[in-house]
């Protein structure tokens, strides 16, 4: 099974990109989407994080209170250390485990953290998806509803864009319309169901 990675910046585009891969039956694993699970209502990460931080960290329902857990880590990098050493592992396995049970021709990992993390050891092709700083900025202010300030923050917390696209195998340019976008993807799904083949 060939693995294939998919990042890029806030707003760059990442989702449009896996949505349309998924309309062509390809597994997409979702590195968000995962890290939801493995702390989500009875999982024993969360009784974990519950015994280390305090049980105010749950919410009555029995949910991760993720405001409460956030301001923890924002402010206490020893906190953040300890919440990634246990989550990162925890999500990795889930991840390969996902990526194993794959019944596509090829499966794709989406993971803005894919090139930070030892994610990017998961995967044989690195795939970028990029859009223009400003461009980032206004997707990003108008789908989240966000300031442009706290969109800068996280901006300025992931890898530099140019650091990005030196370690992608292919670059996706997201810079134009969502047709030429699809254009591109439809082409990607050739290449990448080619490559797969060569592989098997």
């Known amino acids: 099974m060939h693995i294939v990675g998919i990042t890029g910046g806030i707003g ?71 919440l990634e050493q246990l989550l990162h592992p925890i999500i990795r396995q889930s991840i390969k485990q996902q990526l194993h049970d794959a019944k596509s021709s090829y499966a794709v990992l989406s993971s803005p953290l894919l090139l930070e993390t030892d994610q990017h050891e998961l995967v044989e092709t690195i795939i970028v998806v990029d859009a223009s700083e400003e461009l980032q900025l206004t997707r990003t202010v108008k789908r989240d509803s966000a300031s442009e300030d706290q969109i800068k923050a996280i901006m300025a917390a992931q890898m530099p864009r140019q650091d990005r696209l030196k370690k992608a195998n292919i670059v996706i340019d997201n810079n134009a319309d969502l047709e030429s976008l699809k254009k591109q993807i439809d082409k990607l799904h050739t290449e990448l169901s080619r490559l797969a083949e060569e592989t098997k």
């Open 12 to 82: 760059s585009g990442k989702n449009a990109v896996t949505d349309r891969l998924q309309e062509f039956g390809i597994t997409v694993i979702d590195a968000d989407v995962v890290a939801r699970e493995v702390v989500a209502k009875g999982e024993p990460a969360l009784y974990k994080i519950s015994e280390h931080f305090g049980s105010h960290i749950i919410t009555e329902s029995g949910e991760l209170n993720r405001t409460a857990l956030r301001k923890i880590i924002f402010t206490d990098s020893t906190a953040k250390t300890w």
